[in-house]
């Protein structure tokens, strides 16, 4: 499922427009995204939670050519999937 | 300080489009058709945002981490998120 395709079963599902779904996709993810990079945590129950976790940077290599590269050190969003959407999804 | 889904209502409220009521029942349906689509083994792909896939893992052996007894760990469906290029630089400046 896509983006477009959450926002049409969801204009369907709650009998709005196309562009009031669109709204409330964006409004949805850019909440998220806006927390995560002033690296808040976002908790949404049932769902999951995302927190951004800080790695170190490391000499690895280009797996391709064996050529050798320096890993900066990065920050990235990690979700832990929420008990009720684990057992649905493992059911 | 941590996001939740009140605060999402809070802000799709904000818009001025949808009253408290529906705006709560808008991002209940929201992440209620997401988790529909992973439970029957589909993908949901948000542009700009990541991607959360569902993963298949095999029957694998394992330890009982009390006690160190080993056990067989069944067959098991898996999420699992991948954040999205654009999200990642805008977390990394």
Known sequence: ?91 | MTLTKAHIVENLFNQNVFTKTESAQIVETLFELIKQSLASGDDVLISGFGKFSVKGKNQRRGRNPQTGDPIILSPRRVVTFKCSGVLRERINP
């Open chain 1, 1 to 91: 499922m896509t983006k477009s395709q959450l926002i049409e079963e969801l204009a369907r599902a709650e009998g709005i427009t196309l562009k009031a779904a669109e709204l409330a996709v964006n409004v949805t993810f850019e909440s998220m995204e806006t927390a995560l990079i002033a690296e808040d945590r976002v908790e949404i129950r049932g769902f999951g939670s995302f927190k951004v976790k800080a790695y170190d940077g490391y000499k690895g290599r280009n797996p391709k050519t064996g050529e050798l590269i320096e890993v900066r050190p990065k920050r990235l969003p990690f979700f832990k999937v929420g008990k009720e959407l684990k057992e649905r999804v493992d059911r």
